[in-house]
Every structure is written in C-alpha cells, then in structure tokens.
C-alpha cells in the first residue's frame, strides 16, 4: 500500500527531506547543549532517523531502511557539517526550520501509518507505530540531551496531536479503501496546518482538571 501512495523516486526523496529537516533540529539542539561533533553528529542522526528505526524494528522490516539505504544515513551528516559550521545562520530560520519540520511530521506520520498496515498490524496499532515514526526521533534527542522530551511538556505547542490526526485520517482511508496518492496527501497535508496553527497560536492540551499542584512549574 504505501508503493501505491507515491512513486518510489518520489518517496525516497520526500523521506530525505524530512530525514534533513528532523537532523537540523537535533543537531541545534546538541549545539546549544554545547555538544562536540561527534555529539552532534549522533544527535543529528537519532533524531532523523530514531522514529523510524524504531517501527521498522516492531514491525520486523529488517535490516531497517536506515541501514540499507546510505543515502538516509548520510543526509544527517550533511545536515551536521551545515549547523557545525553555519549554526547562527541557521538558528535565524529558525521559524523556517519549523515549518520543514511540520511538514516532516505530516509526511512521516502518513508513511509510518501505511507501512505498519502493509507489516500486518491491525488499524489502531498501525496509527500508534505512525505517531512513533513522526515522533520518535524527537523524544529520543530530548531523552539524550536530557531534557524532558517536548511533546510531554504542557509548555509547548501541539506536536503528536497533529500527527495521530494524520495517522488516524490515514487509517480511516484504509478502512473504506480509499487510501490514494491524493487522500495521502490530504491527511499529511491536514497534520501539517495542524501543526503550523500550533505554532502561530500557541495551541496547548489541556492539564489535569481542576488542578492544585502546590510543586513550582518549570
């Protein structure tokens, strides 16, 4: 099913763009924790590539893509020796990073959705292996510079919301077997504002109701 979304040139190029959009942000990341190269560098490479290690691992798609395809292993060390040398340039786009990286989200929760089905797995557990493909590369890369991962964090705008919209608008298509080039790009396209309206608006989930935590917030 997901050969029948996108032509595989077409594919593997939309897969490295957003494989170099996820590495840029780990690899920010690791320069503002005062990282050296090589911290970077593996920064670089666990976030682009963490998510969809970690599907392709559950759902026995081995050896992963990531290892049999040079190409997605060397497009985070691209993206490295761009941000070790060029970062303050880069963190003034920052907002134009975020936006490649919102359509990184899209692309990848659609994709990671589509090949857990075709593995096998069942609707509900092809949209959590979705969400992980988008999401996992990110709490992965807070996890290693010790930071509380950001889609847990009440202080942040939306981030897996959008992608389990994106997943589920996927896994509905497959229900009523209307997954196609166009719906598949629908639902990515869908996360995708998803996401860029979180950020224009802060858009946050809600915390416990009715809440009294005495504990300081951070």
């Known amino acids: 099913m997901l050969q029948q979304l996108f032509a595989p040139s ?24 005062n990282f050296d190269v090589f911290g970077i ?16 691992v559950v759902i026995g798609a081995v050896p992963p893509a990531a290892f049999t395809d040079l190409g997605y292993f060397l497009t985070p060390l691209l993206a490295t ?13 920052q907002t134009g990073v975020n936006v490649f990286d919102a359509a990184g989200l899209g692309l990848f929760c ?8 075709d593995y096998g797995l069942n609707l509900t557990a092809s949209v959590a292996l979705g969400l992980a493909t988008a999401v996992g590369g990110g ?13 847990l964090r009440w202080d942040r705008d939306l981030y897996a919301v959008p992608a389990i919209v994106g997943a589920s608008l996927t896994v509905l298509c497959i229900h009523y077997d209307a997954l196609t080039p166009v719906t598949g790009t629908l ?32």
Do not use: C
């Not at 020796?81 to 786009?93: A, D, G, K, N, W």
């Open 187 to 218: 639902a990515a396209v869908t996360a995708f504002v998803l996401r860029l309206l979180a950020m224009r608006f802060h858009w946050r989930a809600p915390r416990a109701w009715n809440r009294r935590s005495t504990v300081r917030e951070e």
């Open 10 to 33: 077409v594919q593997h190029t939309l897969d490295l763009i957003g494989i170099f959009v996820f590495a840029i942000s780990g690899a920010l990341l690791a320069v503002r924790k």
């Open 41 to 56: 560098a593996v920064l670089a490479e666990v976030t682009a590539l963490g998510g969809g290690l970690f599907r392709d």
């Open 139 to 151: 709490v992965l890369r807070d996890v290693l510079a010790n930071e509380v991962p950001s889609l």
């Open 110 to 117: 659609v994709a990671g959705t589509a090949k857990a089905y």
């Open 81 to 93: 020796t761009l941000v070790f040398f060029l970062h303050p340039h880069v963190e003034r786009i």
